[in-house]
């Protein structure tokens, strides 16, 4: 793994909400720090109810993750675009996050642990 890049198991239970919907709660999140930026929490896809997440067409490109694919998350009154990203293959050395999914930081979406 890369030297700046720190993924763990997060403690509690952990929760994601936007629109007044709970999109899903785990258990089994992982905490994933890089560098000296804020932690992000990956959702097991299971773990998420993905019938809110829409795949659109953008990928992005991390050296020390990989392709990542974003979602758009699908509320009562709007869709959030690419709010939440993938890494469906991620790198060996961050393997752990494959079939997890993230949500950026942003005032629809909340990620709290409970």
């Given amino acids: 793994m890369a030297s700046h ?17 709970v999109l899903g ?5 992982l905490e994933l720090v890089e ?11 299971g773990d998420i109810a ?12 991390c050296p020390h993750k990989g392709d990542a694919t974003h979602f758009s ?6 869709t959030i675009t690419n709010a939440a990203w993938s890494y469906d293959a991620p790198k060996d050395a961050v393997a752990q996050i494959a079939g997890h999914v993230a949500f950026y ?3 629809e979406i909340a990620v709290e642990q409970i």
């Avoid at 709660?25 to 999140?29: F, I, L, P, R, V």
Wanted: charged share 20%; no cysteine; glycine share 10%.
């Fill in 105 to 107: 930081p942003m005032p």
């Fill in 35 to 45: 560098g000296d930026n804020a932690p992000v929490i990956y959702f097991p896809r």
């Fill in 25 to 29: 709660e785990t258990g089994d999140a």
């Fill in 50 to 61: 993905m019938a809110f997440l829409d795949h659109t067409d953008e990928v992005s490109h």
């Fill in 73 to 78: 998350v699908v509320t009562k009154s709007r």
């Fill in 5 to 21: 890049i720190k993924i763990s198991k997060a403690t509690g239970t952990w929760t994601v909400r936007a629109g007044g919907a």
